[in-house]
């Protein structure tokens, strides 16, 4: 995976109606702290953004996670009409 050369802060991460995605090493996927099926992921960023929520995805994925289980999420992002993503690589505990 690549190094991240330039990180920038993202103050809307912490916003109360911010859209998280978490992915963790085992392949769960999380929307917000609920564990969802990755093809749900569309409706409920739609139904969010309609909700008021920021049109921008943030991102958790645990850098032990593997690149099959990221790249489906990406996908579901791309259908929910999305375009901003920021992506966290983290050691993620849930």
């Known amino acids: 995976m690549p190094k991240m050369q330039s990180a920038t802060l993202q103050p809307g991460a912490i916003r109360e109606d911010a859209i998280h995605i978490t992915i963790t090493r085992d392949g769960k996927f999380y929307f917000d702290q609920t564990q969802v099926e990755v093809m749900q992921l569309p409706e409920l960023i739609r139904d969010a953004v309609g909700h008021g929520s920021e049109r921008k995805i943030y991102l ?18 791309q259908r929910s009409g999305v375009k901003r993503v920021a992506i966290f690589a983290e050691y993620i505990f849930i």
């Open 60 to 77: 958790r994925v645990d850098r032990r996670a593997r690149y099959g289980d990221v790249n489906p999420v990406i996908d579901a992002i």
